[in-house]
């Protein structure tokens, strides 16, 4: 069951706040979000999937959100936007506001060896080293680890058990779930002989502003240059972010996706959940890589929209079709051959 949330507003006062068309009673009282099925008294729904168009005529919401050309398919008070899923995120964050943040001041179980603002939070059992320079209202919790020369910009978080390594950066208003590791060595090593020779990775990490980081997520630092993520993105819990790569702005990266080194993702790229980057690529701006898929090459061409895995099978229909896949290379080659000798054939007779 969904909690209540912070105070009821009225559709009028969170159109004044949010913007939007308000249609119907403006009086009416919100008090939650809920989905078109759930929804009640006292919360407000939204429709952004067309395929659930046919709830409208069931839902039992005190007010919908809806795009204009759905907005005649509601009769009961109405909120119209041109994006009801991002009007929606923001009425929810409207109605749940952040708990209430940590005390100022530092836990005596710290151990802080940098002077801080008098308005950050440090939590119990937190280590922050030498050099460090954290901004106004930063808080971290329980059990944080900070490395000598971390910069932390002002307003960000940082929850339980987040160790951001030596030299790192982390932007204004960042949000780093609990197990966060920033700037762990890259795995590099020269082989000499059957020897793996470890390279110094003497790189950073730099998060850029607004950034928000899933739990248990892992960002490597540079071999030499740094490894960037850029302002606003939004990565997700259990990814690995090798040494060098570059997040472009406002990139959305889904959980368990694996990126490995100097990897270069241009601006508001997608990829989802469980995607595999080998290193050394680059994706244009806006491009998205649909979930579990393998990207072996980099792609140029900006806004496109790949895949690279085969729809659910039966383990049988699996099998005979792997068969296939692992004769595709001679049979290739015995096409190439008839087309060679269809070739000939064809001089020949002219």
Avoid at 8 to 27: F, K, N, W, Y
Avoid at 89 to 102: I, S
Avoid at 177 to 186: E, L, N, R, S, Y
Wanted: include cysteine; glycine fraction near 14%; aromatic fraction near 4%.
């Amino acid at each position: 069951m969904a909690s209540e949330g912070g105070s009821a507003l009225t559709l009028a006062e969170i159109a004044a706040r949010l913007g939007g068309d308000v249609l119907g009673d403006a009086q009416t009282r919100i008090a939650q979000v809920a989905t078109l099925a759930s929804a009640g008294a006292g919360q407000i729904a939204f429709l952004a999937n067309k395929k659930y168009r046919s709830q409208l005529k069931t839902t039992q919401a005190a007010a919908v959100i809806l795009s204009p050309d759905a907005a005649s398919e509601f009769d009961g008070p109405r909120i119209v936007s041109a994006n009801p899923y991002a009007y929606y995120a923001r009425v929810a964050t409207l109605l749940n506001p952040q708990g209430a943040r940590a005390p100022s001041g530092v836990h005596p179980s710290a151990v802080v060896e940098s002077e801080l603002p008098a308005s950050v939070a440090v939590g119990p059992h937190v280590c922050i080293g030498r050099d460090v320079v954290i901004g106004e209202g930063v808080q971290i919790h329980a059990g944080c680890v900070i490395g000598d020369g971390v910069t932390i910009g002002a307003g960000s978080l940082l929850y339980p058990r987040v160790t951001v390594y030596h030299g790192c950066r982390i932007g204004q208003r960042a949000i780093l779930h609990a197990g966060v590791v920033i700037g762990a060595d890259g795995f590099g090593f020269a082989p000499d002989g059957r020897e793996w020779i470890k390279i110094p990775q003497i790189g950073a990490v730099d998060v850029g502003d607004d950034v928000e980081i899933g739990a248990n997520t892992t960002i490597d630092r540079g071999a030499l240059d740094d490894t960037v993520i850029g302002d606003g993105c939004k990565i997700d819990n259990l990814v690995m972010i090798g040494h060098n790569c570059n997040i472009g702005p406002y990139s959305v990266i889904a959980g368990c996706t694996g990126m490995a080194g100097s990897t270069t993702l241009g601006e508001h790229c997608i990829l989802g959940g469980a995607s595999m980057i080998s290193g050394h690529l680059s994706l244009a701006p806006n491009t998205t890589i649909s979930g579990a898929s393998t990207v072996m090459r980099s792609i140029v061409e900006p806004g496109g929209v790949y895949a690279s895995v085969f729809p659910l099978d039966s383990y049988e229909h699996w099998m005979r079709n792997a068969s296939h896949i692992r004769r595709l290379s001679k049979l290739a080659e015995r096409v190439s051959e008839l087309e060679k000798k269809l070739k000939e054939s064809e001089q020949g007779v002219g």
